[in-house]
């Protein structure tokens, strides 16, 4: 018996790890740049200096709650797209209600919590199409990440290359676009209570997995093989992830760079 319930339990997590480790770890790495992001505009020019991104980050970021509380049937009951405040450090909140014996609605948490992570890097994938020169080819450059550590940074390097070329640095369409990117990219990760969210309805997820993968153990069929087999069209998703990444990390740079002279402790 305990045999059995250690293969559901290996099976379960080998599960997690094939579909949505990777969203997690990107997810994280995000967040924490994120939040050195508004650290150095909190330490140099203050907390109203996250207002410079926050005008269409936080729109972007409320919005994509919305969306999909939509999607998942979930009731919304007040939308505040854009109203900061300095003594809660609120920039806006979607306040959203479901029916708990809904199994499809319980499960919607997870993704309405994580929902910019969703929406986010898909503009930003947008932007570069429609406002950067050869933005196919630019990113196109990422998707070598699959291939060895070698080819990847050799990838990442021509990304590079191809974004600040002479030609994007004389289009003002492309300091558009870098702008905007760093409006969305800094506001993407989900706070405190869009954590709290997602984690109901991860909850229910896991609950659900664990019982499929012991109907599965006890019928003798391979759901871990066919799951895994079958999480290669996420391939194209993790490309977007690891472009939001260094999109964040470019800012990063450079409101370290800017600001360091007036830099606060």
């Given amino acids: 018996m305990l045999n059995f319930f250690l293969k559901v339990a290996e099976a379960t997590l080998t599960q997690i790890i ?6 997690f770890v990107l997810g994280f790495l995000l967040s924490k740049i ?9 330490r140099s020019i203050g907390w109203r200096g996250l207002l410079w991104t926050a005008w269409l980050g936080t729109p972007v970021h409320e919005y994509s709650h919305a969306l999909f509380a939509v999607l998942f049937r979930h009731r919304i009951n007040e939308i505040v797209l854009f109203s900061p405040d300095p003594n809660t450090g609120e920039l806006g909140h979607v306040d959203h209600s479901y029916n708990q014996r809904s199994f499809y ?5 997870f993704f309405i919590g994580l929902a910019p992570l969703i929406i986010g890097p898909l503009i930003l994938i947008i932007l570069l199409y429609i406002l950067v020169p050869q933005g196919r080819e630019v990113f196109a450059q990422l998707s070598s990440f699959q291939e ?3 080819v990847f940074w050799e990838g990442i390097k021509k990304f590079l290359i191809l974004l600040f070329s002479p030609a994007n640095l004389r289009s003002y ?10 409006c969305i990219a800094s506001h993407l990760a989900p706070s405190q209570s869009d954590r709290r969210g997602a984690w109901q309805g ?3 997820i896991i609950f659900w997995l664990i019982f499929i993968n012991i109907l599965a153990q006890l ?5 871990t093989g066919y799951i895994v087999s079958s999480a290669h069209f996420l391939t194209g998703l993790v490309t977007i992830y690891i472009y939001t990444l260094i999109i964040s990390l ?3 740079l450079i409101s370290y760079l800017i600001f360091r002279p007036w830099r606060r402790n």
Wanted: hydrophobic share 55%; proline share 2%.
């Fill in 18 to 23: 094939s579909v949505l480790g990777i969203f």
């Fill in 34 to 42: 994120q939040a050195a992001i508004l650290k150095n505009y909190s």
């Fill in 105 to 109: 609605q319980s499960v919607g948490n």
């Fill in 148 to 150: 060895s550590p070698l």
């Fill in 173 to 182: 369409q492309f300091w558009i676009f870098l702008y905007v990117s760093f």
């Fill in 202 to 204: 991860w909850l229910v």
């Fill in 219 to 223: 019928a003798n069929l391979n759901m």
């Fill in 250 to 252: 470019i800012h990063w």
